[in-house]
C-alpha cells in the first residue's frame, strides 16, 4: 500500500499585478511548522466532471484566494494528472498514467483503494452511489462501489468520448459513432438508445433532459426519455453548458454561442480572435467565462456581450497543449484558472473589469483547482496529488 507522503513544500505565493495593487514579487513561503494529517471537515457532494451534470464550472461554496499551509501530498509514482480529481462521499477519484482508478480519502490523502479494468481514461462519472469510468476492451462502462471500489455493474455499449453523465437514476453515455445510451445507474440496464448524426463530444443534463454537442454537426436536445426535441446545426462543437433557458456551446472555429434551450435557435454569437476555444463556459452569477486558444479569458454575459477579457499567458510561452486541462473552476466568490503560464490565478469575478487577486506558484499544476470550502485539491505533472488549505 502506498502510504501519502505528508509534508509542506516550499511554496510561494505570488501576486499579479492588477486593483488589488499585488505584485509579482511580493510572495509568501508556506509557514515552516508541523503539518496536519487530516482536514476538519469535508463536503461529502458528489462532484463530476466540470463539477455538475449541467457543466456550470460552479461549485456552491464561500472560498478564499491563496494557500495558506499544505494538508496533505499523496505521491503516486504512475500519475502524471492532467486533470482536477472529483469528490463524491469524502473521496478524491481520479485516474493515473497506469490507467488505474485511485480513491483518495479527501481529508487525509491516504489511499482508500485502486483498481484497474483495461485502457481506463478520464474523464469519469460520479454520483452518491457510484463511480463510473470508461475503458477500451470489450467492457466499455464500469460502475463502481465508492467504498471499496468493487465492480457493481458493467456494460458494453459503444466506447465514449464524453464523461458518463449521471442523471436522476440513470447514466447518459455518448459514443464515439454517435450513439446516445441511457443505463439505469442502480443496474446497468439499457434503457433506451438512439442515433446522434455524429461522434458526441460533449454531453449536458438538466431536469428538461439532455443536450449533446455531436461532431461537427451541431448540437441536438434529447428528453430522458429518449425522445428528440430539437437539432441545431453549429459548426464544430466541442462543448455545451446549460444555464437555465439557454445552451451555450464552444467550437473549435473560436465562437461562442447562445441557443434557445426550449428551442434550439440561436440567440446571439461571441466569437474571440483566437482560432479556438478552449475551455467548456464556466457559468456563474449571471456570466459566462471561457479562455481563448490564445490564453485569453472571456467574462461575457448571458446575453452574449463582452464584459472583459484578461491575458493569462503572463511569460509569452504559448499554449502547452493538450495535457494541460486550461479550464476554469468558480466558487460564490473567485474564478479560479489555470494559465498559459502554469499558474493559478485568482479573479474577481464581480467586476466590470478583471481583478487578479492572486497567483499561485504551487509548482507544476496541469488542471484548475477543485476548491470545496476553505480546501483546494490540486493535481499535476509532479507525480502529487495535494489538499491546500486557502485564506483571504
Given amino acids: 500500500m502506498r502510504i501519502p507522503r505528508r509534508h509542506f513544500l516550499a511554496v510561494a505565493v505570488a501576486g499579479v499585478a492588477g486593483c488589488s495593487g499585488v505584485t509579482q514579487d511580493d510572495s509568501v513561503g508556506l509557514p515552516n511548522e508541523e503539518d496536519r494529517t487530516t482536514l476538519e471537515s469535508v463536503d461529502k457532494n458528489a462532484y463530476t466532471h466540470r463539477i455538475d451534470a449541467q457543466n456550470s464550472g460552479h461549485v456552491e461554496t464561500k472560498s478564499d484566494t ?8 499523496y505521491n503516486d509514482s504512475s500519475t502524471n494528472v492532467s486533470v482536477e480529481p472529483i469528490l463524491s462521499d469524502g473521496q478524491l477519484f481520479y485516474i493515473n498514467s497506469d490507467r488505474e482508478t485511485v480513491a483518495l480519502d479527501a481529508r487525509s490523502g491516504e489511499l482508500r483503494w485502486t483498481k484497474q479494468d483495461g485502457n481506463a481514461f478520464y474523464p469519469v462519472g460520479c454520483d452518491n452511489q457510484h463511480l463510473y469510468t470508461r ?37 447518459y453515455i455518448g459514443g464515439h459513432h454517435g450513439t446516445l445510451t441511457s443505463l439505469a445507474s442502480e443496474s446497468g440496464e439499457k434503457e433506451w438508445s438512439v442515433e446522434g448524426g455524429g461522434p458526441i463530444r460533449q454531453l449536458a443534463a438538466d431536469d428538461s433532459g439532455i443536450v449533446a454537442a455531436v461532431g461537427t454537426q451541431g448540437v441536438e436536445r434529447i428528453t430522458h426519455d429518449g425522445d428528440g426535441v430539437w437539432s441545431q446545426s453549429v459548426t464544430d462543437p466541442s462543448s455545451v453548458t446549460l444555464s437555465n433557458d439557454l445552451v451555450v456551446v464552444t467550437t473549435t472555429t473560436g465562437a461562442v454561442v447562445g441557443l434557445g ?69 468558480a466558487t460564490d466568490d473567485w474564478l479560479y484558472v489555470l494559465g498559459f503560464d502554469e499558474h493559478v ?21 496541469t488542471a484548475p483547482p477543485l476548491v470545496v470550502g476553505e480546501v483546494a485539491y490540486l493535481t499535476g505533472g509532479d507525480e502529487t496529488v495535494r489538499a491546500v488549505t486557502l485564506e483571504e
Fill in 261 to 329: 434551450k426550449d428551442t434550439g435557435e440561436e440567440q446571439w454569437t461571441y466569437e474571440v480572435e483566437a482560432e479556438s476555444v478552449l475551455s467548456t463556459p464556466t457559468v456563474v452569477d449571471g456570466k459566462l467565462y471561457v479562455i481563448d486558444r490564445d490564453g485569453m479569458v472571456h467574462a461575457v454575459t448571458m446575453d452574449g456581450e463582452q464584459v472583459w477579457t484578461w491575458d493569462t499567458d503572463t511569460d509569452g510561452q504559448g499554449w502547452s497543449g493538450e495535457l494541460h486541462n486550461y479550464e476554469i473552476t
Fill in 135 to 171: 475503458s477500451t476492451g470489450e467492457t466499455f462502462v464500469t460502475a463502481r462501489d465508492l467504498e471499496g471500489g468493487d465492480a457493481v455493474w458493467r456494460s458494453d455499449v459503444a466506447i465514449t468520448e464524453t464523461a458518463p453523465t449521471p442523471y436522476n437514476g440513470s447514466v
Fill in 66 to 73: 491563496q494557500p495558506d499551509s499544505l494538508a496533505w501530498s
Fill in 345 to 365: 490565478h485568482v479573479l474577481d469575478p464581480n467586476t466590470d473589469s478583471p481583478e487578479p487577486v492572486s497567483r499561485w506558484d504551487v509548482g507544476p499544476v
